[in-house]
């Protein structure tokens, strides 16, 4: 698993005091990993004392975690104690009651990404390719022609939403309205969110289940070659089908998670690129790296820095005893830059290998749309490179107030365009 040890060269106390902060602070919102490497250092697997949550840095250990059937979503809130206990027992209810993969184990898990994936196949989304480019450049075209642009509203949340609706079904006059809706009901993944967020993330979910319900019933009426319609003919061969709720829940899992966290991989990698300009000459020089570019990426500022899971019986994490109920944090920005793992975790390298980071998470609940996500990123980068021939950082971009997810409020560029190349 891992030979590091597991002890901790720092107490649990000082422990939690870095958690706290990685959760909740400026500091650790801002800029995670100095925290990360301390925990990692000190305390790998980390029980808290204060809040029963045992917390993961180490990749090994993180990957077991969340590769062990032993542990799964469970029936609470996967944060416990990290909230208070009306929050806690409100985001515990609003996961028992979706009726999709991300908050099920087996077996409904198994049943409904059974269901799900028979529409969602890595063939079905490379055929996209195509399409992808011509989504893309007209949203380029507005950074070439402005002086100055939030490159994360003009093309950032602008194309995958535009993808994600295309695979979806959800008609383009209709995409806009989701990015706050989308942006709301994160609330219930996140650490330790207020009761007043998790409010707003329940309306959100509300007019999100309003809607999807009524676009089923549309498809129902008039089939389109979209995954909506594909999902409401699946049949397998027992005749089990999905449910309306599983039907509506899914197409809100699948829209939301489709662009809120690619928009993160495409605002974090360019600030990647812009912040190592030395590794965009590279990728510019040798596309033939922009896979391994958009891999590193991920791993370099993973959109998703934590996964949560619930010990669904007493269970072991790195030879300690967990008791069932308890909750088990891996997270995933601090693994993604362990240094048994990584040669040289803190610098960014576009050509790294091997590199398998854990930002699409691992095991049963590995993100079905990790294809499309990768698919993306190396072609948005790629024609970004190809329309470009520099793109300069306008103004320091601010990180959004949350961990789970993590993304830039936004992220002001100027664009030259390069030689031969129509504005």
């Known amino acids: 698993m891992t030979s590091r040890s597991v002890v901790g060269a720092i107490s649990a106390e000082e422990a939690d005091e870095v958690v706290f902060e990685i959760l909740g602070g400026e500091t650790g919102r801002a800029d995670p990993y100095p925290l990360y490497r301390r925990l990692r250092e000190g305390r790998p697997v980390h029980s808290s004392p204060s809040t029963g949550v045992w917390f993961v840095s180490d990749y090994g250990v993180a990957k077991q975690v969340l590769h062990d059937p032993r542990f799964g979503r469970g029936e609470g809130s996967m944060m416990g104690a990290l909230a208070d206990a009306e929050v806690a027992e409100r985001s515990g209810e609003m996961r028992r009651s979706s009726r999709n993969m991300l908050f099920a184990d087996p077996p409904d898990h198994t049943r409904l990404r059974g269901l799900v994936s028979r529409a969602f196949t890595p063939r079905r989304v490379e055929e996209l390719r195509p399409r992808l480019v011509d ?33 979806v079904g959800v008609p383009e006059a209709d995409r806009d309205q989701f990015r706050t809706l989308v942006r709301a009901s994160t609330a219930m993944i996140e650490a330790s969110p207020s009761a007043e967020a998790l409010a707003e993330a329940q309306r959100s979910m509300g007019e999100m289940s309003d809607y999807f319900h009524d676009l089923v019933a549309r498809r129902r009426r008039e089939p389109s070659g979209d995954l909506l319609s594909a999902m409401i003919a699946i049949e397998d061969a027992d005749g089990d089908r999905l449910t309306e709720d599983e039907l509506v829940s899914t197409a809100i899992l699948l829209f939301g998670a489709g662009f809120e966290t690619t928009t993160n991989l495409i605002g974090n990698g360019t600030l990647c690129l812009l912040r190592h300009p030395d590794q965009m000459a590279r990728l510019r020089d040798d596309p033939s790296l922009l896979l391994s570019a958009v891999e590193e990426m991920l791993r370099f500022e993973s959109p998703v820095q934590l996964d949560a899971r619930s010990a669904l019986v007493d269970a072991e994490v790195a030879g300690r005893r967990v008791e069932a109920g308890t909750s088990v944090v ?14 040289e975790p803190d610098v960014f390298d576009v050509a790294r290998s091997p590199n398998s980071p854990l930002s699409f998470g691992w095991g049963i609940h590995h993100c079905l749309g990790a294809h499309l996500a990768r698919l993306e990123g190396e072609v948005v980068f790629g024609r970004m490179l190809d329309r470009f021939a520099r793109i300069d950082l306008a103004e320091e971009p601010v990180w959004r107030q949350s961990i789970t997810l993590r993304g830039l409020e936004g992220l002001r560029v100027s664009a030259v365009i390069a030689p031969g190349v129509d504005a």
């Open 135 to 167: 989504l893309v450049d007209p949203l380029l075209d507005v950074v070439a022609g402005d002086q100055e642009v939030d490159l994360l509203d003009a093309v950032a949340f602008r194309f995958p939403v535009a993808v994600i609706g295309e695979l």
């Open 330 to 343: 891996t997270f995933l920005g601090a693994a993604n830059r362990d240094p048994q793992v990584f040669a």
